[in-house]
C-alpha cells in the first residue's frame, strides 16, 4: 500500500505531458490559421495573375496585324486566334482560363455618325459570361459612353479605336472554398491601337480556307 501511495502521489505531481496536450488542443486552430493563410495568399496571386493576362491581352491587341507602310494595318482572324491562344499559354495549367473562365476582347471605335460603339468583339472561354457593355455593335444608338467603371469610361477617337478586354474568372481554390468567399475574379484593361489600323473590318488570310472566328455566341476553350 505504501509503495501504490507513492506511486500515485508521483503521478499527480508529473507535469510531463502538459505541453504535449496544450499542443494537441490548439493543433486544429493552428492547422486552420495556416491553411487560411496559404488560401488568402493563392488568392491574392490568382488576383494578380487574372490582371495582369487582362493587361497583356489588351497590349498584344493593340500591336497585332501586318506591317505594311504603305496602306493601314490589316488584322486577320488568325491575329485574333493567336492572340486568344498566348492567353491560354501565358495563363497556365494552375488556372486554365478558358476552362474557367472567360475572355472578351472588344474594338471601340467611333462610328460615321460620331458615337462611341464596339465594332467587333471576340470571345473564349466556357464561363457563361458576357460584356457588361454589350455585344458587337453596341453603341450605335448613341446609348454608349465609353468602355470602363462609370465615372472613368475610355473613349475612341475618330479613325481609331480602343482594346478594350474584360475577364471573368471563377477562382478555383488551392484547398477548399471554405477558406475564402471569393468565387468570381473580374478584370479589365484597355489600350490604344498602337498603329494605324485598317478599321473596316477583321480580314480572313484565305478566303477559301477561312479561319475559324471566335463569336461571342460559342462558349469553349482549348482542348
Not at 494552375?94 to 467611333?110: A, K
Not at 478594350?164 to 475574379?185: G, K, M, R
Not at 477559301?208 to 455566341?217: E, M, Q, S
Request: charged share 20%; proline share 2%; hydrophobic share 40%.
Amino acid at each position: 500500500m505504501n509503495l501504490l501511495g507513492r506511486l500515485l502521489r508521483g503521478l499527480r505531481g508529473n507535469a510531463s505531458g502538459v505541453a504535449m496536450t496544450e499542443f494537441a488542443l490548439s493543433l486544429p486552430f493552428l492547422m486552420g490559421v495556416g491553411m487560411w493563410g496559404i488560401e488568402s495568399a493563392n488568392l491574392a496571386i490568382t488576383n494578380m495573375r487574372v490582371s495582369q493576362l487582362a493587361m497583356q491581352i489588351a497590349d498584344n491587341g493593340s500591336r497585332i496585324g501586318d506591317t505594311s507602310t504603305l496602306t493601314n494595318h490589316r488584322i486577320y482572324e488568325s491575329d485574333v486566334n493567336d492572340l486568344l491562344l498566348g492567353a491560354n499559354i501565358m495563363g497556365g495549367d494552375t488556372i486554365d482560363l478558358f476552362e474557367h473562365g472567360r475572355v472578351i476582347v472588344s474594338s471601340l471605335e467611333v462610328s460615321e455618325d460620331g458615337d462611341q460603339y464596339i465594332h467587333w468583339q471576340r470571345c473564349k472561354g466556357k464561363k457563361d459570361f458576357s460584356s457588361a457593355y454589350g455585344a458587337e455593335g453596341a453603341g450605335l444608338d448613341g446609348s454608349l459612353t465609353g468602355m470602363g467603371p462609370p465615372g472613368d469610361e475610355v473613349t475612341a477617337v475618330e479613325n481609331d479605336a480602343v482594346i478594350f478586354v474584360e475577364i471573368s474568372y471563377d477562382y478555383q481554390p488551392l484547398i477548399s472554398s471554405a477558406f475564402t468567399n471569393a468565387s468570381t475574379i473580374s478584370a479589365t484593361a484597355a489600350f490604344n491601337v498602337r498603329d494605324d489600323r485598317d478599321l473596316s473590318q477583321i480580314y480572313q488570310r484565305d478566303a477559301g480556307n477561312p479561319d475559324a472566328v471566335a463569336v461571342c455566341t460559342t462558349f469553349d476553350g482549348y482542348s
